[in-house]
């Protein structure tokens, strides 16, 4: 079974910078990995996917140019670089996983139902 484990959450200022890190139980680079976050109140959305066997990223509009998706060979994790966060970035952060290498060639890497493991997701807060 897939394990997901996310860290690096926190509270930081607006403009401030996060990585978060989700360590993985199988071969993240044969899987489709997305961050996802859900503020309270609110849908939960996609932030950013990687399918790194390929090399190929996407982003949401809200945070292109701000968060960089990368994936760690080595330790076999997935993180997110956040940079210049602004309050509207406060929220659950969740990464999740698809066997699936086709997600990112259309629309459905946006969906949560497409991806089949998740993990508890961690907590950023940011402060005006």
């Known amino acids: 079974q897939v394990q997901l484990v996310e860290s690096g959450g926190g509270s930081v200022q607006a403009g401030g910078s996060l990585r978060l890190s989700c360590a993985a139980s199988m071969d993240s680079s044969r899987h489709t990995v997305g961050w996802f976050r859900q503020a309270p109140g609110k849908e939960r959305e996609v932030v950013a996917a990687i399918y790194a066997g390929l090399g190929a990223s996407a982003y949401a509009d809200s945070v292109k140019g701000r968060f960089t998706i990368s994936r760690d060979n080595a330790k076999n994790t997935v993180n997110l670089q956040m940079n210049s966060l602004k309050p509207e970035d406060t929220a659950r952060y969740y990464c999740?996983?698809?066997?699936?290498?086709?997600?990112?060639?259309?629309?459905?890497?946006?969906?949560?139902?497409?991806?089949?493991?998740w993990g508890q997701g961690t907590q950023v807060t940011v402060s005006s």
């Open positions: 999740a996983a698809a066997q699936s290498r086709g997600l990112l060639s259309g629309g459905n890497w946006r969906l949560p139902g497409r991806y089949g493991n």
